[in-house]
Nanobody, 128 residues
Framework: QVQLVESGGGLVQPGGSLRLSCAASGFTLDYYAIGWFRQAPGKEREGVSCINNNDGSTYYADSVKGRFTMSRDNAKNTVYLQMDSLKPEDTAVYYC?????????????????????WGQGTQVTVSS
């Protein structure tokens, strides 16, 4: 059974940091590019970042570039999203997802349609 489980969300003050984890079970995560997405209340889902499976290269949306860092630990079958200098506008439910295997020879993007399996999400709230 393919499963992705996000964790690490919570309440943090502006300027603070959180590290989200995306743990996979039932499959080997290093075969897939992984994306992080977020959705705030009343807003459309937004692609945040992705990491490629072959060379570990990453992509970031402009809204998080320079503040968020994505990494993967294949030994732990887990992908991380380090979020620094958090802003109130980062408040959202954050989801990780596996990119379709058929696209594995192409550099990842954060187009949601490219992603097949999704986790249940973890809430991040940035507020004073």
């Amino acid at each position: 059974q393919v499963q992705l489980v996000e964790s690490g969300g919570g309440l943090v003050q502006p300027g603070g940091s959180l590290r989200l984890s995306c743990a996979a079970s039932g499959f080997t995560l290093d075969y897939y590019a992984i994306g992080w997405f977020r959705q705030a209340p009343g807003k459309e889902r937004e692609g945040v970042s992705c990491i490629n499976n072959n060379d570990g290269s990453t992509y970031y949306a402009d809204s998080v570039k320079g503040r968020f860092t994505m990494s993967r630990d294949n030994a732990k079958n887990t992908v991380y999203l380090q979020m620094d200098s958090l802003k109130p506008e980062d408040t959202a439910v954050y989801y990780c997802a596996t990119r379709q295997v058929s696209l594995r020879h192409y550099g990842c993007t954060v187009a949601a349609w490219e992603y097949a399996d999704w986790g249940q999400g973890t809430q991040v709230t940035v507020s004073s």
